[in-house]
């Protein structure tokens, strides 16, 4: 089972992505990883925008409905069952699936792993054996991108990163949200929730980048600020 889930892995996510990253590396002028790391980025989030576009949208939808469904909870609070039919109700109502914005996140993981282990020791000589038939096999690849070593971490490349997952995340979260009341337990814990999320997050990207290779901090960033832009489309528009 194991076996086959590693070479399933291999053979649709690693592979591929070594290609995909020395193909914009030996076809684009200069020869440079750094930009070959951006446009494999920027690739990926084109492939991959309707599926987050739609778990965006879903999230956006979650945010307008808290109002109604803590209504319901509060109304329901001792009849639980009638509480999931109401609940069932107002998703169905709304066309809502709750469970719609975790596709983009299982896709994005193995894509994340595959990354972590391509730029972990540097892109070198051992990945060019993994090249298809039809992808020129370049002589090296040079790690260096903008004064940074792509094989290894940079922190003022974590910060930067940091500072972009912080703006990412209040892109994301709701405009204009007053605390709760002390009554409100529950709704009490959500508010503390996103706020805590707010500098969680960005600590926990810069602590984990810092001792990661830069080019997966490179990767990170570019898939951040691509995000910021994304969510910003979504979550500032009004529905009908």
Known sequence: MFEFVGTF???????PLVNLIVSFYVFFPGQSLGLAIILTT?????????????????????????????????????????QAEEMMRLYKEKKFNPFSGFLPLLIQLPIFIALYQIFQSGVGQ????????????????H?????????KSNILLA?????????????????????????????QFSFMMQKYSLYFFPI??????????????????INTVFSIGQNYLVFNKKTA
């Open 42 to 82: 920027l690739f990926l989030k084109i492939v991959l925008f309707s599926p987050t576009q739609q778990a965006l949208k879903s999230q956006k939808i979650m945010n307008e409905l808290q109002p109604k469904i803590k209504e319901i909870q509060k109304k329901y609070k001792e009849d639980k069952q009638k």
């Open 159 to 187: 910060l930067v990163v940091g500072a972009a997952q912080y703006f990412q995340t209040k892109t994301a979260m709701p405009s204009g949200a007053a605390k709760p009341g002390a009554e409100d337990q529950a709704a």
């Open 9 to 15: 892995f291999h053979l649709f996510f690693y592979q």
């Open 126 to 141: 051992t990945h060019l054996d993994l090249l298809y038939s039809f992808i020129p096999r370049p002589q090296d690849i």
């Open 143 to 151: 790690q260096m991108f903008l004064g940074i070593d792509l094989s």
């Open 204 to 221: 926990m990207t810069i602590m984990i980048l810092a001792a990661l290779p830069s080019g997966l901090g490179l990767y990170w960033l």
